[in-house]
């Protein structure tokens, strides 16, 4: 192995729980890949989800844009070669950051939709927050990529979202939750879905992947395999 890993931004505090995950996987993935004593070069920057989640709360997703925009752009100008954002529902402002920035910046769905694809499914059931589930940022990526995007009720979104944000974000776990998550997979699974989506960050704290009854992708996992790919493309050759 000759050189450096390249040096991974990542914006983070939404929530700082998502965060910590995302900080844990990539060194352990990067140690896991180089041996030795090695872990990821990267930086964090972290911004504070109370205001990240009262503005999306209220719709003002140009403010979060600002905000991770701005966090963005430092990270680059602290010498970040990629930049990722530590959260899912904070792809809702991707193309904003994109074009905030030079240097890559990666959306989780694209290796998501890639691994789906390989294991030959096509009909997925999406997790996450109310935002993830509701809006395109996440399915539309997906659906670009060929997948058929299912998602639970109306009424077990906004359920689920609560669970997110009221319980899993502060880093707190309740069997109830857990048990109202695998309800929502077992009608996903009626309706006619392959695998699982776990858009969301925190999910697996609630229900592993592989206590699921289908096929469990976690896109946090794989959104920081993708990045690792990049970072010690120049280490491994």
């Known amino acids: ?3 450096q890993s390249r040096l991974i931004g990542m ?22 890949r180089l041996g030795g004593h090695h872990n990821a070069r990267s930086l964090l920057y972290t911004l504070d989800f109370d205001e990240i989640n009262r503005m999306a709360a209220l719709g003002r997703w140009d403010v979060v844009a600002e905000r991770v925009s701005d966090a963005a752009r430092w990270l680059e100008r602290a010498g970040a070669d990629l930049v990722m954002l530590t959260a ?15 240097v890559p910046l990666l959306h989780v769905g694209d ?20 935002y993830t589930m509701e809006q395109e940022f996440l399915s539309g990526r997906l ?8 998602t639970p009720s109306a009424e077990q979104r906004e359920r689920l979202h609560r669970i997110i944000i009221d319980e899993l974000t502060l880093g707190k776990v309740e069997d109830a939750s857990r048990a109202t998550l695998l309800e929502m997979t077992a009608d996903l699974e009626a309706r006619g879905a392959q695998a699982f989506i776990l858009g969301c960050t925190e999910l697996p704290l609630l229900v592993g992947t592989g206590d699921y009854p289908l096929p469990a992708f976690d ?11 990049i970072a010690l493309a120049d280490v491994l050759g």
């Not at 729980?17 to 844990?24: D, F, K, P, W």
């Not at 890639?114 to 997790?127: E, H, P, T, Y």
């Not at 659906?143 to 299912?150: D, N, Y």
């Not at 896109?219 to 790919?229: G, K, S």
Request: proline content about 1%.
């Open 143 to 150: 659906r670009g990529h060929g997948l058929e995007v299912l």
């Open 11 to 32: 914006v983070g505090g939404m929530s700082w729980e998502s965060s910590a995950i995302y900080y844990r996987l990539l060194n352990q993935g990067a140690g896991a």
């Open 1 to 3: 192995m000759t050189g």
């Open 219 to 229: 896109a946090t996992e794989l959104h920081v395999e993708a990045a690792l790919d």
């Open 88 to 102: 899912v529902s904070a792809h809702r402002v991707f193309e904003e950051v994109q074009t905030a920035v030079s």
């Open 111 to 130: 290796p998501t939709a890639k691994s789906i694809k390989a294991r030959g499914l096509s009909r997925v059931g999406l997790l996450g927050t109310r």
